[in-house]
């Protein structure tokens, strides 16, 4: 049984492109989470999928968009990249329980 | 304002003692708080839930405790092993909320 897998693994990018990283839930899961993690910090919630519409945000701007398809993977698009944006990109999976399994992550590095 | 703390200091201990994490939270009202393992650069891996109605969860070596009055859950690690040595997170969930809100971690050392 596969869990969550994400692609690409790495990732470098310069300041002002666009970068789409995707996301394959694990078996039998249809909620997409997507979360941020800057170095030395614990994860920060970007926003939440399901039934292939945004269902909550966290407080990030409009520049990261998501998207669900109907297989429950997903993608998640940062525009007009920043250094700032420089981070582990974490994608985890969940159905019905509270429990949120996670993929092995994108590392992201803006220059 | 919310917070989520975990102590930011290493924790050194040695093989075969018990290790133990303390959680702090101030301003939420969590329905569930879960713990995760965090190995260098990869994702974070589920251990442990406790629910805001439950004193205490365990998983063979593992033991979390739940005081919703002092705002507090810690989470042991009895026998550690070298092997142990990653960093522990804790992230809760209240039942307005879907996100799970995390911790900045704690990092164990296990020395053998």
């Known amino acids: 049984d596969a869990g969550v897998t994400q692609s690409p693994t790495h990732l470098i990018k310069t300041r002002g492109q666009q970068v789409t990283l995707r996301c394959s839930p694990k078996?039998?899961?249809?909620?997409v989470s997507w979360y941020q993690q800057a170095l030395g910090q614990g994860p920060q919630f970007i926003f939440q999928?399901?039934?292939?519409?945004?269902?909550q945000r966290g407080n990030f701007p409009d520049r990261f968009s998501g998207h669900q398809f109907p297989n429950y993977s997903s993608e998640l698009n940062v525009n007009a990249l920043l250094l700032g944006d420089s981070a582990l990109y974490l994608c985890?999976?969940?159905?019905?329980?509270?429990?949120?399994?996670f993929g092995p992550g994108t590392r992201l590095l803006v220059l | 304002s919310q917070k989520i703390e975990q102590n930011s200091e290493a924790l050194n201990i040695q093989e075969g003692k018990t290790a133990t994490l303390t959680c702090n939270y101030t301003n939420y009202s969590p329905a569930y708080l879960q713990w995760y393992r965090q190995d260098p650069g990869r994702g974070p891996v589920f251990l442990l839930l406790i629910r805001e109605n439950e004193k205490e969860k365990r998983k063979e070596r593992l033991k979390v405790t739940f005081d919703t009055t002092l705002k507090q859950s810690l989470f042991h690690i009895t026998a550690s092993q070298p092997a142990d040595s990653a960093t522990y997170l804790c992230?809760?969930?209240?039942?307005?909320?879907?996100?799970?809100?995390f911790g900045s971690g704690t990092r164990l050392l296990v020395r053998p």
């Open positions: 078996s039998g899961h249809d909620t």
């Open positions: 992230a809760l969930s209240t039942d307005s909320s879907y996100k799970l809100i």
């Open positions: 999928y399901y039934e292939e519409e945004e269902r």
């Open positions: 985890a999976s969940s159905w019905v329980s509270e429990t949120q399994y």
